[in-house]
């Protein structure tokens, strides 16, 4: 299971904030609808903007899970992000955010359903995902049989976040990889 006692504060904190820049981004946020977003971010901060708009960001829109990321940040889990949501995806997203955040967030993002486990199906939207689906069924289902086989520690066909961890834990380029450049 996600530990929830591992997600920022307010997800309770903002722990890279600081490297993402602030006012920088705020700018980016107010720039995707002038008319919506306040330049004095206090006047309204229930402002949220749609997933359309976040998704068509350069920094995302080539990206195979835009929509994925934008609903794992955003508090309702619909899309809308709003100024602390968005703060907290550009965060997570960084190159200076610690591993563990990515790690949680990573799973968020591939646990399709919200379970709180990667199983299969997760797995397989996954694979058609990353190969823009040019696998054939019968290498997906291959696939994902070998993954949960050498990732799932307790044997029940899934993984859980311990699973998910230990998995990325052994892939050296997973820092470098899940981040994306403002």
Not at 19 to 36: F, I, K, Q, S, T
Not at 117 to 128: A, G, M, Q, V, Y
Not at 133 to 157: F, H, Q, R
Request: hydrophobic share 35%; proline share 7%; net charge negative.
């Amino acid at each position: 299971m996600l530990p929830e006692s591992m997600l920022p504060e307010s997800r309770r904190s903002r722990p890279c904030l600081r490297c993402c820049g602030e006012p920088g981004l705020h700018g980016r946020y107010h720039e995707m609808a002038p008319n919506v977003v306040p330049m004095d971010y206090t006047k309204d901060p229930d402002v949220k903007l749609p997933m359309q708009l976040i998704i068509n960001m350069p920094e995302l829109k080539e990206n195979p899970f835009k929509e994925r990321i934008v609903e794992s940040f955003s508090e309702d889990g619909e899309g809308s992000l709003s100024f602390n949501d968005f703060v907290d995806m550009f965060s997570v997203l960084s190159e200076m955010a610690p591993r563990e955040l990515k790690a949680i967030y990573a799973f968020k993002i591939y646990d399709f359903n919200t379970d709180n486990f990667i199983c299969k199906s997760d797995l397989e939207k996954t694979l058609n995902k990353l190969t823009r689906e040019e696998l054939t069924a019968e290498e997906i289902t291959l696939v994902c049989e070998k993954v949960i086989e050498e990732a799932d520690m307790d044997g029940d066909g899934k993984l859980g976040f311990a699973d998910f961890e230990n998995m990325i834990s052994k892939a050296p380029d997973f820092l470098s990889t899940f981040h994306i450049r403002i």
